[in-house]
Nanobody, 114 residues
Framework: VQLVESGGGLVQPGGSLRLSCAAS????????TSWYRQAPGKEREMVAS????????NYADSVKGRFTISRANANNTVYLQMNSLKPEDTAVYYC????????WGQGTQVTVSS
């Protein structure tokens, strides 16, 4: 199982970023996937999750209405569109898939600062 995140960077408050997670090594379309984040000194927290068929979505209260999770099973990729970013969104963002056990990507840094 391999998960590779991309799309992080530095953005001003109010800006947008789109994260991608490319999956390989398992049958992607069979499994729910999630985005988590971890800010310095804080525990890792779930940001958004999506069911294997893309029909069931779940979001942390802190990102509802601003972030959108989606997936393209044909491309083995899950996305996180982040709009109206705030400084408190600054964190390392991780892709997660539970394929027997928990698998994580290496993370991508998102920094929201003016």
């Amino acid at each position: 199982v391999q998960l590779v995140e991309s799309g992080g960077g530095l953005v001003q408050p109010g800006g947008s970023l789109r994260l991608s997670c490319a999956a390989s090594g398992f049958t992607f379309r069979w499994y729910d996937t999630s985005w988590y984040r971890q800010a310095p000194g804080k525990e890792r927290e779930m940001v958004a999750s999506i069911s294997s068929d893309g029909h069931r979505l779940n979001y942390a209260d802190s990102v509802k209405g601003r972030f959108t999770i989606s997936r393209a099973n044909a491309n083995n990729t899950v996305y996180l569109q982040m709009n109206s970013l705030k400084p408190e969104d600054t964190a390392v963002y991780y892709c997660n898939a539970r394929v027997g056990g928990d698998y994580w990507g290496q993370g991508t840094q998102v920094t929201v600062s003016s």
